[in-house]
């Protein structure tokens, strides 16, 4: 056993279920659905996926929820990616809106937590999180005005626009970015509204779009802990949420690796199985190598000490950049190993590539990430 | 996003051939000719880049990701007018009279705007570098005449290149791995000519194009000794266009599955016989792995002005993304890059009109003709009768052996396999470092970057792997010696 599986033993039973489920219920139709950007195959989905307990695995018992850790959401989230990384995105934004919410009071997570367990209900409730970005030209930010509190501005492009009703949202309310405000929203609050569909390359299931609001009501019942005071819920949720797209970018690139590797061993070219070629096998075992070498990173992305880390430490993002960065070295080689094929939607590693180059960016690139770590330690001093 | 706010690229004015390459100063000193024509080209062809092209490509992009056979006719219309579709033709023929370097500028250009689109309107002047590749004269100043006429009359003339098979990619295109190969298209002898069978797959143009220059072997169990090259229209009975492939990137350039069940080729549609079949090969590689690495850097020179662009404009806090330093720095890192390989490029394709086929052109007995004849000539009935005769073939085949050696053609292959990795790896990984400046949002489809990064991976693969481009190098550079 592994030391990765060593650690993970208790979740064995959750991925193996997680596992069945992807390629029983994802695997034939995701191309598909890729090439349709098919957002109703993924409703499909997640409504079938309520029957093992997905989207509840985050959410304590006592709502209706599996109360899973964070650990045993990642290691779901890296064997469903390795199916589709876009059906793994839109769990792992709806987690991360769990995650916030769990910091609530018992009224509000009775009020928006119960709903994204609940399997009962016809139209599958799903979460998402807007983070503040150094990107944002429009700052969201409160106004108040006749005794009401009043949300304007626009979030960066976020995942689950489009399928999310319940809006987890995280605003700087000073300029330092000390004050941090959590607050809860259903999208069909009057003044919210989607904006403009990205259109991304990868994760085509899961439409990133800005959510855009105008004087949105904030009732008192909508905000998380105290205004100005959701530091440590943004650490929790950011923390957990760089460590799944650690998780799913891992898993994706796991899925490309085996398949390159398959196809190495049965396709003959130049003389010999190309597996057999020294080049490919110094491609495979590169491949392998940060395979590895990314599964121990976002493993340890996991532990209660990173978990909760404040927000100003970053550590998270720093696992999500070599994770991802990883990945998509991984699922390039993966491409060319298959040569022409590799370029043809019908193999499924091009898709592979798109998605992964997508989860690099989500909460900045690896170069602004790796320069904002040090840039606000010294901020901080 | 607003483009006119910089002028750089595409948006300044033409030509910066020789501010983008210096050097090549000493050379307009010396042949002023030479560079100056290069730049007219280079001219028109980032005009019609900037304003036809780029405006239409990510909607083309769109429109076929949803039906693949998508053609923008009206573009290529345009382009058709502006004689680009026939760049590589003598200008006394009725083409744009390009050289080498000014075929490099033109791709460039072109390439910047769109990989798809500039595939669309330039690869068929490799049905002019095919047929110059072949021996005969005749055939190519009739091919040359048949394109120069469909071009007046507006009517597409598209070629095509069918070497790739379902079991072969690699292995068609280098002589130790074509002993091994295992075919899956064969050609029998039968009277009066051949009879074809057999699937070719992922041929650019391929649903389109109205001849298949085809390289076929006689028999299965020897592919070397009996590879041979057929010219086939497409109007032959028995040939079909099977699937035309979704793909990742480069969307607008069909890539498609020929298949050909008894297809009848005429004698004289046989172009190189059996056994020269690789040499074909070879020598048309000789010149376009240069190109084609050369087409890949024209594509990260286009991510980089669209990064350029975005960084400018794009708002943070008080300022602007293009003002943070770590931007400048990668930036700075992308265009010394591009610096670099162009200067590679422009190496390449002057060496090319130095030493390899287009050097035709200099020589006294063409040289004479194009200066002394009449246009109207060269495309007469009567002229192109006599090109077909014995002693015309004959002396011009013997002419261009003379200049295309075997020697030039594998240096040739060996330099073009070096620019090609060179450039090809450089749109890929500009295509994602440019999209790491610009972050998530930038990624979006309206901004092009994404769909840089998409068209360029497949570079890297086709016109051989970069992988076998490197055994070519290699073998051509040191393994001769060992």
């Not at chain 1, 590799?342 to 091009?350: F, S």
């Not at chain 2, 055939?139 to 009359?153: H, L, P």
């Not at chain 2, 009066?192 to 169990?221: E, P, Q």
């Not at chain 2, 057929?230 to 969307?251: D, M, N, W, Y």
């Amino acid at each position: 056993m592994s030391a990765v599986e060593e650690a993970t033993v208790e979740y064995n039973e959750i991925i193996d279920v997680c596992r069945k489920f992807a390629g029983n219920e994802i695997r034939d139709k995701v191309q598909e659905a890729d090439l349709e950007s098919d957002t109703a195959w993924l409703k499909s989905i997640w409504t079938k996926s309520r029957e093992i307990g997905l989207p509840g695995l985050i959410i304590p018992e006592e709502f209706n929820g599996v109360g899973q850790s964070e650990l045993c959401c990642a290691l779901a989230l890296n064997v469903l990616a390795s199916e589709c990384a876009g059906f793994a995105s839109v769990l792992t934004y709806h987690f991360a809106g769990c995650i916030a919410l769990n910091n609530g009071k018992p009224s509000q997570k009775e009020r928006f937590l119960a709903q994204l367990a609940d399997i009962d209900i016809s139209e599958p409730a799903i979460a998402t999180v807007l983070f503040p970005s150094e990107m944002d030209e429009n700052h969201l930010h409160i106004k108040e005005s006749n005794g009401k509190l009043l949300l304007n501005g626009t979030s960066p492009l976020t995942g689950n626009a489009e399928h999310a009703n319940l809006l987890c949202i995280f605003l700087e309310e000073d300029e330092e970015g000390e004050e941090i405000t959590c607050l809860f929203l259903d999208k069909k609050t009057p003044g919210v509204s989607i904006g403009e569909n990205a259109m991304l390359p990868g994760l085509k299931v899961n439409p990133f779009a800005p959510i855009v609001f105008q004087d949105a009501v904030i009732e008192d019942e909508s905000i998380i802990g105290e205004r100005g005071k959701g530091g440590n819920i943004l650490g929790k949720t950011k923390n957990a949420f760089f460590g799944f797209i650690a998780a799913m970018a891992t898993g994706a690139a796991g899925s490309a690796y085996e398949k390159a590797h398959a196809y190495a061993e049965e396709r003959y070219q130049f003389g010999k199985i190309i597996i057999n070629h020294q080049e490919i096998q110094r491609m495979l075992g590169n491949m392998l190598t940060k395979l590895n070498a990314g599964t121990a990173v976002f493993m340890q992305a996991f532990s209660d000490k990173s978990l909760n880390l404040s927000y100003l430490s970053q550590e998270a993002s720093l696992a999500k950049a070599f994770c991802s960065d990883a990945a998509l070295e991984i699922v390039i080689d993966a491409v060319q190993i298959h040569g022409g094929y590799g370029y043809m939607h019908e193999y499924g590693v091009e898709k592979i590539m798109r998605d992964c180059k997508v989860l690099q960016l989500i909460g900045g690139s690896s170069p602004l990430i790796h320069k904002n770590k040090i840039a606000n330690e010294q901020k901080n001093k | 996003m607003d483009y006119f706010q910089l002028e750089y690229g595409l948006f300044a004015d033409a030509p910066d051939l020789v501010q983008n390459v210096p050097a090549l100063g000493k050379l307009k000193e010396k042949c002023p000719e030479y560079i100056k024509r290069a730049e007219e080209i280079q001219k028109l062809a980032r005009k019609f880049a900037r304003d036809e092209i780029l405006p239409k490509s990510l909607e083309i992009d769109l429109k076929c990701s949803k039906d693949p056979e998508y053609i923008d006719w009206e573009l290529w219309r345009k382009a058709n007018r502006e004689k680009l579709t026939i760049a590589f033709i003598p200008e006394k023929m009725g083409g744009l009279g390009c050289s080498s370097i000014g075929a490099l500028a033109l791709l460039e250009e072109l390439t910047c705007a769109c990989m798809g689109s500039g595939a669309n309107i330039l690869f068929n002047n490799f049905g002019i570098l095919g047929a110059m590749v072949e021996n005969k004269t005749g055939i190519i100043m009739n091919i040359m005449s048949e394109m120069v006429e469909a071009q007046r009359q507006e009517k597409p003339l598209f070629w095509s290149w069918a070497i790739t098979e379902p079991s072969a990619g690699t292995d068609v295109e280098d002589g130790r791995a074509m002993a091994t190969m295992k075919p899956s298209a064969y050609a029998e002898k039968v009277k009066g000519g051949y009879r074809i069978n057999g699937t070719k797959c992922f041929i650019t143009n391929g649903s389109i194009a109205h001849y298949v220059v085809a390289t076929i072997c006689l028999d299965r169990s020897n592919p070397l000794e009996t590879m041979a090259t057929f010219l086939v229209p497409t109007s032959s009975k028995g040939f079909s266009v099977g699937r035309v492939e979704r793909k990742c990137g480069q969307k607008s350039s069909q890539t498609a599955e020929l298949i050909f069940e008894d297809v009848f080729v005429p004698e004289e549609n046989l172009w190189e016989p059996s056994g020269s079949g690789l040499r074909h090969t070879r020598e048309m590689l000789s010149t376009t792995r240069g190109f084609v690495g050369s087409a890949a850097m024209g594509m990260a020179r286009g991510a980089l002005e669209r990064c350029i662009q975005y960084v400018y404009q794009k708002k943070i806090g008080k300022h602007r993304l293009i003002d943070e330093d770590w931007v400048q720095i990668a930036i700075a890192d992308i265009i010394k890059d591009i610096k670099t390989v162009r200067a590679a490029c422009v190496n390449f394709a002057v060496a090319v009109d130095t030493y390899h086929a287009t050097r035709l052109f200099e020589s006294l007995p063409v040289k004479l003709a194009f200066k002394l004849l009449p246009g109207k000539l060269f495309l007469s009935k009567s002229l192109l009768a006599l090109t077909k005769s014995p002693l015309v073939n004959e002396g011009g085949s013997k002419m261009k052996k003379k200049i295309v050696s075997n020697e030039v053609i594998e240096q040739f292959v060996k330099e073009g396999s070096a620019i090609k990795v060179a450039g090809t790896d450089l749109a890929m990984n500009v295509a994602s470092r440019v999209l790491d400046i610009v972050g998530l949002e930038g990624m979006s489809f309206r901004y092009g970057m994404e769909k840089s990064f998409r068209d360029a991976k497949i570079t890297q693969i086709y016109e051989g792997t970069n992988q076998a481009n490197r055994l070519d190098l290699f073998h051509g550079e040191v393994g001769e010696k060992i």
